[in-house]
């Protein structure tokens, strides 16, 4: 028997229903999008989206197009872990992108060898210092630092001047940026060492964004941490007067998430093997996105990592969907843009249906 | 002395022009259940405020257990052991029922700091236990509060006062949105306090409900302590005279 009654007034309670969580919505639509490219695929270019259709490898599935979904949104997931608790909490985060791209210039350029082909590194910043050919430590810790010491500001302006989250991480934003480009005056930077180039090897990404979520997802689900995330992007007053503190617990939220950028952008440069002033524009973007998608709620208490995680998949679906239905890559970032704003008119509708209910 | 848990001794609270609270003198001893009546405006809310540390009075002195206090915050109030239910409700609507239970104060399995390993499991059983001692029904612990009704959000928040109150409870209207069986439970749990000696402040616009629980009672009007009267002296349309101002008390006797 599903119905128990019992409760206030011998209320009926269902408990078959009431459990049904959230994720599996999300699980649903990544099904039904995969089904949707297999069907178009079948149609129009009469191939298959993710079985195996070639004679010469003995697989069920296409192995090389489930790498590449999970590959490409592996480095952007790492961001959405951080953006996730941090929008749980109530927040945005919109400088990851920005704090990629300074911390991928600034560890990197701790991270050069010092010969390339027999002659001294052209690119290397700090050759004259001889600061090459370091263990791999140093340039992880220094991105690490990079990475917390933008997530310390961004908290700090958040829960002490009150100015709004938005505010302070658009400011972070532009000046990140600013310093990836002045670190070396716009030159790239190339020629890591090899233990550096091996945290991005091969499916390296993909075993960091994954050990990273399930680190996560036991954090937000059974830390006092996890629970003062959702009770603060919940109900913020109520969690002050409960005597949790909110200011700490927000520069905290904040560290972490550029803690997570700064392990992207570590991954994502030693993955490129070089580091560019440009690298990881619009990453924050992409990643409020997958978190969004996964059914983390933008006005904050809602969500978890593993929608998350499922967001991102969808994400990466999309996206080599397009690119197998072999759509022009300019109709791919308009269908980005379009995505990112359904599934913010998602999370107001989940909302408008949920106050309605009462 | 060290009979009286509360005293306020010329309490003053000004917004702007307009006074609130004028000069309240107010005793409460210990295993005491007062009853604070009064129109809508009439300062009852103002009162409570000043003594939760929600608000900073304008002037005058507030004793707490014996010395002299100054909130700066609710959180201070509440560490000197002030329990108070207020009328929007201070819960986390996206938590269930133990998260809210001990918000703020959560059990820990292994500490490691802000990143402790929450007792899960011993949360929820102290909640059943919370619940089944104030006889609050609730169908499920672990769906949010979101989801609750009205009555059921309320029982929550006077089980959690009830669960942590040490020296001193403050229920402002608690049951003024509730139905009847809900009224009666939450009637319940003041009169448990009651039997274990805890003090209350009751404020309400119940006058059987009053009647029920407190022994003495509070009438304020237009900001000022009008009457203070043992239950066993009053009754209701003595009350309600007061609280419509058709009659008055001699101050000096509200002082006792």
């Given at each position: 028997m599903a119905q128990t009654t019992f409760g206030v007034g011998g209320l009926t309670y269902d408990h078959s229903k009431r459990h049904m969580p959230q994720e599996l919505n999300v699980l649903i639509a990544l099904v039904l999008i995969i089904a949707a490219f297999e069907l178009l695929g079948r149609i129009l270019i009469g191939d298959s989206f993710l079985l195996n259709t070639r004679d010469n490898v003995d697989t069920i599935f296409n192995q090389a197009r489930l790498q590449i979904i999970i590959l490409q949104v592996s480095i952007v997931g790492i961001i959405a872990i951080g953006i996730t608790q941090v929008i749980i909490s109530g927040g945005?985060?919109?400088?990851?992108?920005?704090?990629?791209?300074?911390?991928?210039?600034?560890?990197m350029s701790f991270a050069q060898v010092a010969m390339v082909n027999g002659n001294p590194n052209p690119k290397a910043v700090f050759l004259e210092q001889g600061w090459v050919d370091l263990p791999v430590i140093v340039p992880v810790i220094v991105g690490l630092g990079c990475g917390l010491l933008a997530g310390l500001i961004n908290?700090?302006?958040?829960?002490?001047?009150?100015?709004?989250p938005f505010i302070a991480t658009l400011g972070m934003m532009v000046t990140a940026r600013g310093v990836a480009k002045w670190w070396t005056k716009g030159e790239p930077i190339s020629f890591p060492t090899e233990s550096f180039a091996g945290i991005g090897k091969g499916l390296m990404p993909v075993v960091i964004f994954l050990a990273l979520a399930v680190l996560f997802h036991l954090m937000l689900k059974y830390t006092l941490y996890g629970k003062r995330c959702y009770a603060i992007g919940s109900n913020e007053?109520?969690?002050r007067m409960s005597g949790i503190n909110v200011e700490r617990h927000k520069v905290l939220v904040y560290s972490i998430a550029g803690l997570l950028a700064a392990v992207a952008a570590i991954v994502l440069s030693s993955k490129n093997l070089t580091a560019q002033a440009g690298m990881g524009v619009m990453y924050e973007l992409d990643a409020i996105a997958m978190a969004v998608i996964g059914g983390v709620s933008l006005s904050g208490g809602r969500g978890s990592i593993i929608g998350t995680v499922l967001g991102s998949l969808i994400f990466g679906v999309i996206i080599s969907g397009f690119t197998f239905l072999k759509l022009d890559a300019y109709y791919q970032e308009m269908v980005k843009g379009a995505i990112i704003v359904g599934a913010v008119v998602l999370d107001v509708w989940r909302q408008r249906r949920r106050s309605s209910r009462g | 002395m060290s009979d009286i848990v509360l005293k306020t001794e010329g309490l003053t609270k000004h917004y702007g022009g307009v006074h609130a609270l004028v000069d309240a003198n107010f005793e409460l001893r210990r295993g005491e259940h007062v009853a604070i009546m009064g129109d809508n405006g009439?300062?009852?809310?103002?009162?409570?405020?000043?003594?939760?540390?929600?608000?900073?009075?304008t002037s005058g002195k507030v004793w707490f257990d014996g010395q002299e206090v100054d909130f700066a915050g609710p959180l201070h109030a509440r560490e000197a052991g002030i329990e108070a239910v207020f009328q929007n409700l201070a819960l986390a609507d996206d938590l269930d029922?133990?998260?809210n239970l001990f918000l703020g104060r959560e059990k820990i399995l292994f500490n490691l700091?802000?990143?402790?390993?929450?007792d899960r499991k011993g949360m929820r059983q102290a909640t059943e236990a919370a619940l089944k001692r104030t006889a609050v029904k609730i169908p499920n612990l672990g769906s949010t509060i979101r989801n609750m009704s009205g009555g059921q959000r309320q029982c929550v928040a006077i089980a959690r006062t009830a669960t942590f109150a040490s020296k001193l409870i403050i229920m402002d209207e608690p049951t003024a949105a509730l139905?009847?069986?809900?009224?009666?439970?939450?009637?319940?749990?003041?009169r448990t306090l009651k039997d274990n000696g805890e003090p209350l402040i009751l404020i309400s616009h119940n006058m059987r409900q009053v009647f029920d629980l407190v022994d003495r009672i509070v009438v304020f009007r237009r900001g000022r302590i009008v009457a203070n009267l043992r239950k066993e002296e009053t009754d209701g349309q003595d009350v309600v005279a007061y609280i419509t101002g058709a009659k008055t008390q001699n101050m000096a006797a509200a002082a006792l």
């Open positions: 945005i985060d919109l400088s990851a992108g920005s704090v990629v791209g300074a911390t991928a210039m600034i560890a908290g700090s302006l958040i829960a002490y001047t009150k100015i709004p007053e109520a969690a | 009439a300062g009852k809310s103002t009162f409570v405020r000043q003594i939760t540390g929600v608000e900073r009075r029922v133990p998260s700091g802000p990143f402790s390993i929450l139905g009847v069986q809900e009224t009666a439970q939450v009637e319940n749990i003041v």
